[in-house]
């Protein structure tokens, strides 16, 4: 029997970071039950390399992502719409169809933060469980479509 699946939006300023870490995390964890796409209010026009490198480090496929605005998602329909920065969250987001729940998970930005690289990689890696985490944490309290 197949089960359906929830389509989830990651949404943040830039989509250059912490909602693309979103999606990948979505999609890997959520094992075909979820499919998630990331995306931006003033999208950066790039992905973040430190995104891609801390994902393929802690072992999660990034597919091919690519920093887009949120008017690319605006007719597609979703079961969730997530922000993961707080000024995505105070933005007026598009209407998607239907009714989709929303959640914040505020998470701090480390394309802002500056040092060494083990300085970088570290605000990265923080980025990523925080998430990681909130993602593992919704899928057992959600645990996917029925059948």
């Known amino acids: 029997m197949k089960l359906d699946v929830l389509n989830v939006l990651v949404l943040c300023t830039g989509n250059s970071c912490r909602s693309v870490m979103g999606e990948a995390l979505i999609n890997q964890l959520?094992?075909?039950?979820?499919?998630?796409?990331?995306?931006?209010?003033?999208?950066?026009g790039y992905?973040?390399?430190k995104?891609?490198?801390?994902?393929?480090?802690h072992g999660i496929d990034p597919g091919q992502p690519r920093s887009k605005s949120w008017d690319e998602c605006a007719a597609q329909s979703f079961d969730l719409v997530?922000?993961?920065?707080?000024h995505a969250a105070e933005e007026s987001c598009p209407r998607f169809?239907?009714?989709?729940?929303?959640?914040?998970?505020?998470?701090p930005d480390p394309a802002k933060v500056t040092g060494s690289e083990a300085e970088i990689d570290a605000a990265f890696d923080t980025a990523f469980f925080l998430l990681k985490n909130r993602v593992e944490e919704f899928m057992k309290r959600l645990p996917g479509p029925a059948s």
């Open 30 to 44: 959520g094992h075909g039950r979820y499919r998630a796409w990331s995306a931006g209010s003033v999208p950066a």
């Open 47 to 49: 992905v973040h390399q």
């Open 51 to 57: 995104s891609i490198e801390t994902l393929q480090r």
């Open 82 to 86: 997530i922000t993961v920065c707080d």
């Open 97 to 107: 169809p239907g009714r989709p729940k929303k959640l914040h998970w505020s998470t």
